[in-house]
């Protein structure tokens, strides 16, 4: 994999917070804006994960395939490179991939490349080098409990599950998708229990986080219940 940003780190003990949840609960528009907020880098972790997976997907591999995964993940080059906003743009093979990582198949075939052990170590491996270095707001399902379990910041944001449903149901008619709310409960059912049931690095609410309830909120409550913490 290659290496993180060679500019010149802002602090000399850089500031982490973890932002771990499922899907639906706003939890990465609230990062990208909690980042700008802090004025530190923010890093998508689950869009590494969807990197390898669209290597998976382009090679014609298949994502129940675990052998087939690990093959194409040993060879795949993710890596992560400082764009000029400060955050982290995610590459596959020295390319970015952003928007192709965005498609509900590569969201879908993530969820199950991501629980390999191999591939999630060589992923934290890399977000901590980052990290480390530049700190950063990193958004995921185990950066609280695997990537920077010694952070102070770290944050769990959930939401009802109705609400979540419908809040993924309505981003995928914005992207021009035809899905009933059905398939799209279903679908969010499936992977809600791949995250909190596999062996290595699962889903997991613990003492450790503040747990931030969007139900009921804006973005920008969020954000400032966040900061707010962060900055004691």
Do not use: N
Not at 138 to 145: A, K, P, Q, S, Y
């Amino acid at each position: 994999m290659t290496g993180p940003p060679t500019s010149s780190p802002a602090s000399p003990e850089p500031l982490v917070v973890a932002i771990d949840g499922p899907a639906g609960t706003g939890k990465s528009t609230a990062a990208r804006r909690l980042a700008r907020r802090l004025g530190i880098p923010y890093l998508d972790t689950g869009a590494m994960y969807r990197a390898v997976a669209l290597a998976v997907l382009d090679r014609g591999a298949d994502p129940d395939d675990l052998d087939a995964v690990r093959d194409v993940a040993e060879r795949a080059e993710v890596g992560l490179h400082g764009r000029e906003d400060g955050d982290f743009e995610v590459l596959l093979d020295g390319e970015p991939v952003e928007p192709r990582i965005r498609a509900p198949r590569v969201g879908e075939a993530a969820s199950k490349v991501s629980v390999l052990p191999e591939v999630r170590q060589r992923m934290v491996t890399l977000q901590r080098a980052c990290a480390e270095r530049f700190g950063g707001v990193l958004e995921g399902r185990d950066v609280g409990t695997r990537v920077f379990p010694e952070t102070a910041h770290k944050f769990f944001v959930t939401a009802r599950p109705e609400v979540r449903h419908r809040r993924r149901w309505a981003e995928l008619r914005e992207q021009g998708r035809e899905v009933e709310l059905d398939a799209v409960v279903r679908e969010m059912r499936e992977r809600d229990e791949r995250d909190s049931t596999r062996a290595d690095s699962p889903l997991t609410l613990d003492g450790s986080y503040l747990e931030v309830d969007t139900s009921d909120l804006t973005i920008d409550e969020v954000v400032e219940r966040m900061a707010r913490a962060v900055r004691g």
